[in-house]
T-cell receptor, first 114, second 114 residues
Framework: KAGVTQTPRYLIKTRGQQVTLSCSPI?????VSWYQQTPGQGLQFLFE???????NKGNFPGRFSGRQFSNSRSEMNVSTLELGDSALYLC?????????????FGPGTRLTVL | GQNIDQPTEMTATEGAIVQINCTYQ??????LFWYQQHAGEAPTFLSY????GLEEKGRFSSFLSRSKGYSYLLLKELQMKDSASYLC???????????????FGKGTKLSVIP
């Protein structure tokens, strides 16, 4: 069974631009969660989608948004990029809701904002 | 909200035993996870505790005391490949969303030396 995949793996953008990251969960998994990981703050929860609905949201500004499609694939979008948005963005999928089931992480997208 | 503390770094010798502690303060506690993350890779699931006591899985064991808000991960017969970051994550109920949320600590970077 294929694992969680994320595209692209690396991305370089400049301040003010926007970016869209993609995540394909493990087949059959209905929950996709997004996290931001930085050396200073560790792994911070962005949001979770389950059956195309946002079920949970972390403490991030409205510039961070996401969506989930009927095939459970998910995208997250960051608008008006800031230098502080440079981070590793991880998505994780689980069979049920993230808090109820073990999460499987993708390799991440390394975003650099210049 | 949640507050999860774990040491930033630890060093141990190959073949030895190391204990990585995690303390947390949260309401609606519903389980604690440990994840391992090698540099440049995605986190992978190690263990899950929801009841007090010790869970053993090969060279790795995890302990939980809910009354003390405390958990530890015990690694025995350390190998060089155990050099990684170890993330403690607490699951609790997000009363606003009516679902569970997973919150990660900042991780403990373990270095195993010969």
């Amino acid at each position: 069974k294929a694992g969680v995949t994320q595209t692209p793996r690396y991305l370089i953008k400049t301040r003010g631009q926007q970016v869209t990251l993609s995540c394909s969960p493990i087949s059959g998994h209905r929950s996709v969660s997004w996290y931001q990981q930085t050396p200073g703050q560790g792994l911070q929860f962005l949001f979770e989608y389950f059956s195309e609905t946002q079920r949970n949201k972390g403490n991030f500004p409205g510039r961070f948004s996401g969506r989930q499609f009927s095939n459970s694939r998910s995208e997250m979008n960051v608008s008006t990029l800031e230098l502080g948005d440079s981070a590793l963005y991880l998505c994780a999928s689980s069979l049920g809701l993230a808090g109820a089931d073990e999460q499987f992480f993708g390799p991440g997208t390394r975003l650099t904002v210049l | 909200g949640q507050n999860i503390d774990q040491p930033t770094e630890m060093t141990a010798t190959e073949g030895a035993i190391v204990q990585i502690n995690c303390t947390y303060q949260t309401s609606g506690f519903n389980g604690l996870f440990w994840y391992q993350q090698h540099a440049g890779e995605a986190p992978t699931f190690l263990s899950y505790n929801v009841l007090d006591g010790l869970e053993e899985k090969g060279r790795f064991s995890s302990f939980l005391s809910r009354s003390k808000g405390y958990s530890y991960l015990l690694l025995k017969e350390l190998q060089m490949k155990d050099s990684a970051s170890y993330l403690c994550a607490v699951r609790d109920r997000n009363s606003g969303a009516g679902s569970y949320q997973l919150t990660f600590g900042k991780g403990t970077k373990l270095s195993v030396i010969p």
